[in-house]
């Protein structure tokens, strides 16, 4: 498909990629009354915590949070309002360690864990006429390589990711670069954190003398994320969890929305020569917007009102 002309423009006192993407962080409310909880048990006797908006509709929005995110992460809970407006159910999944309760096993979540996210899809697709996969960063590294690697039900109508990774190994060097380091820093805190939490209930596992001296995202993915989600070695992570190769595979209607300011990545996350050639992926590369943002106002975000106008531009008129 050819490049989409982007019609996205932030407020004036917004005017660079970090102020985009902070501001919303402390200029949108969050509801804690917004969701019903749900614990899915999964084969390998673990669960997922999903969080629902359900009001007997029959079309459903999935929803995959970022690095360290939440269902009460901004972008989501703004995407969730929504939609949910708009006559659709919402369900927010929390990859594992990041829900209020802390996991069974000792795995940590990557761009490639497209296995948790079949296991939803595949749960409650036949519940509904149709369903939408909407991804936010790592979140959206996971949605489309889920559509890139798995059977998909027929209901399954459309896959959007917005500020992805694409390539996870050249995002994580320039987040760890020293004009991005608050949030390397505010990353490595949570990261840290939850590898102390599952060290109390799987004591020995971890080796969490070496946190102390870990001062970047790529010495976390390689000592901790890499190895207990069973690669091994550090490409192969990187491989799993970068969705560039899946977006070739992908034969639904996908699109992704990256800002070419985003902080977050690298020139190789933008996925020109794939959008160009492929009849399915829709690429929108605004010239700002920051990462996961697109602020319209301290408040409000534009990437509600995308998505809208996507599912009736090339899903269906009547979604």
């Known amino acids: 498909m050819p490049i989409i002309q982007s019609y996205y423009r932030p407020p004036a006192y917004l005017f660079s990629g970090h102020l985009q993407t902070i501001a919303p962080v402390f200029g949108v409310k969050r509801d804690n009354t917004l969701y019903q909880t749900e614990k899915l048990e999964l084969p390998d006797g673990d669960f997922l915590e999903l969080d629902w908006i359900r009001g007997g509709n029959d079309r459903l929005m999935i929803l995959c949070h970022g690095l360290e995110g939440n269902s009460r992460s901004h972008y989501v809970q703004q995407m969730a309002v929504h939609f949910n407006a708009l006559g659709w159910d919402i369900l927010a999944m929390h990859a594992r360690s990041c829900g209020r309760e802390m996991n069974r096993l000792p795995v940590l979540y990557h761009g490639g864990s497209t296995k948790d996210v079949e296991a939803v899809v595949m749960k409650y697709a036949k519940n509904y006429n149709s369903i939408i996969l ?29 500020s992805v990774p694409c390539d996870l190994h050249k995002s994580e060097q320039k987040i760890d670069r020293l004009i991005n380091r608050v949030y390397a820093r505010k990353f490595l805190h949570k990261l840290k954190n939850k590898v102390r939490k599952l060290e109390v209930y799987h004591p020995g596992i971890f080796d969490v003398n070496a946190l102390d001296e870990m001062k970047s995202i790529q010495a976390f993915s390689a000592h901790f994320t890499a190895p207990f989600s069973g690669f091994k070695s550090l490409n192969d992570f990187y491989s799993a969890g970068s969705c560039l190769n899946s977006l070739k595979k992908i034969r639904i209607p996908t699109l992704v929305v990256n800002a070419q300011n985003d902080p977050f990545l690298s020139d190789s996350c933008y996925p020109i020569d794939v959008a160009r050639t492929s009849d399915n992926i829709f690429l929108d590369m605004p010239k700002r917007g920051g990462h996961s943002a697109f602020p319209i106002s301290t408040t409000e975000s534009w990437m509600p009102n995308r998505l809208e106008k996507f599912l009736k531009e090339v899903v269906d008129d009547s979604y």
């Open 134 to 162: 909407v991804g936010f960063s790592l979140g959206g590294n996971m949605v489309l390589n889920f559509a890139g690697r798995h059977s998909i039900p027929a209901n399954l109508r459309a896959i959007v990711a917005f």
